[in-house]
């Protein structure tokens, strides 16, 4: 599925090579909150800028997906982590997505995080939820109308939880 | 019960004042995430950098209770508000809590917000748990072990939500 795949952490200076991806994930405005017409300079600072983490996934060279780890809280909630998954929508359907998660655990993991959470899981991201789920995630939580959905308004936000 | 409290809008240069309960009241370990030692200059910025807004509740010139104010979200889900309370130690049960978080709530609806979401309530809060259940919130998740309490080790957190 994801062979010839490499997963590997870049700084700011490579996150342009990220950015096609981003903005389209984000201009499509059914997954994630970030808006739609965020700048590459802001998307780079809240995925790049310690201790936030930035991961790629590439394969010949050609950056596929990404995902973002850092904290859920600062202080004493920083034990659990957080972090966010984009595949370049031409490379759907190719276990990236799932390759980016595994990935993401054992980073979480070896830098110390007992926990993951996500916050934020769009409901009608169906493929996703069922994603997190075969990846031992939990629904703990659900935030009615929390996201204004491009196709569907106001939509249900589930919260996530797995420990590691 | 809270009768000469008076609640204002401050900007950084006033956060000065509100620093000894926010010191006082993360110190304790027991409510919030923030790092006990979080400096000051820190907290100013979390807390009054826009879109944050900061409030406090005065009576006689002394500033016995604060509040932030913010998106909890950016972009496609800045609809919902997110506010934190804290209350001098030394004016507990007087009912600045319930001012102040009617107080939130009514600004909240003035900036244009339709709910608000509250990520982390400790629960072994209960008195903050109640308050928020008497000013319309409800439960809508429970994230387990995602606060290390100073007392009780780690402990689940509430996540609550109501509509305006």
Redesign the interface.
């Known amino acids: 599925m994801t062979t010839g795949v490499l997963i590997r952490e870049i700084d700011a200076h490579e996150f342009v090579r990220v950015w096609p991806i981003f903005r389209s994930v ?1 201009a499509s ?1 059914d997954t ?5 017409d ?1 700048s590459m300079e802001d998307a780079c600072d809240i995925w790049t800028t310690p201790p936030s983490r930035c991961f790629v996934a590439e394969r010949n060279s050609e950056v596929l997906g990404c995902y973002m780890l850092h904290p ?9 982590a957080n972090a966010g998954f984009m595949v370049a929508p031409g490379a759907r359907g190719q276990g990236i997505a799932s390759a980016l998660c595994a990935h993401s655990l054992e980073q979480a993991r070896r830098a110390g995080f ?2 993951m ?1 996500f ?2 899981v769009v409901a009608t991201n169906t493929v996703a939820v069922r994603l997190w789920q075969r990846h031992g995630f939990q629904i ?11 196709q569907h308004g106001l939509t249900d ?1 589930y ?1 996530m ?1 797995r ?1 590691l």
């Open positions: 984000i405005g994630y909150s970030y808006a739609p965020l859920n809280q600062p202080g004493l909630g920083n034990h659990v007992t926990a959470q916050n934020f703990v939580g659900r935030i009615p109308g929390a996201f204004r959905h491009a936000v919260v939880h420990f």
